[in-house]
């Protein structure tokens, strides 16, 4: 799939098939994220990627916002270190990893962004670290390509030169 075709059509995804993802395309999906760029190269973050389905489900638990994370194939816990790009550097690699999955048939969805201090205990993460999101991985249980976007309509939203002037 070409990139923007993969940004034109990913969509969030709750529901995942009971299907293992290919060990050669996880690797892929989080060698997504340690290559993607970041502020001075610092590259703030950690991946843990959890296929237990034990931990799959206690992640499911103390991601309130996440308890579909207990259907996934997998999980990348992305963990970022104390900087002041941190979250903004992890949240490409994990663009770079929902892309990189959905070009390959592979849903998934942002889990998180708070309260996810309990995720850290479960995976022995330092005290030091934050946990910054959970990304479930899996075959979606519903065809999801190609279904429309909802979006605020372009000229609404992109503007040229100064903001209010449309961009055409």
């Known amino acids: ?3 923007f075709d993969a940004v034109r059509t990913v969509l969030a995804v709750r529901s995942y098939q009971n299907k293992p993802i290919r060990p050669e395309l996880t690797r892929r999906i989080v060698e997504a994220a340690h290559l993607t760029a970041s502020s001075m190269n610092r590259q703030p973050w950690h991946f843990v990627v959890v296929e237990n389905p034990g931990l799959l489900a206690e992640l499911g638990v103390v991601a309130r916002t996440g308890p579909y994370i207990t259907e996934a194939s997998l999980a990348v816990v992305v963990v970022i270190e104390q900087s002041e790009f941190a979250v903004s ?6 663009q770079s990893m929902i892309l990189t999955a959905w070009s390959e048939g592979v849903a998934s969805n942002w889990v998180g962004f708070f309260g996810l201090e309990a995720a850290k205990p479960l995976l022995g993460i330092p005290a030091e670290l934050d946990v910054l999101a959970i990304i479930p ?5 519903v065809a999801k390509a190609g279904q429309k976007k909802k979006r605020k309509p372009f000229q609404n939203v992109v ?10």
């Open 89 to 94: 550097d992890a949240s490409r690699a994990i």
């Open 1 to 3: 799939m070409e990139v």
């Open 159 to 168: 503007h040229r030169e100064r903001f209010g002037d449309p961009f055409r």
């Open 137 to 141: 991985f899996g075959y979606p249980t």
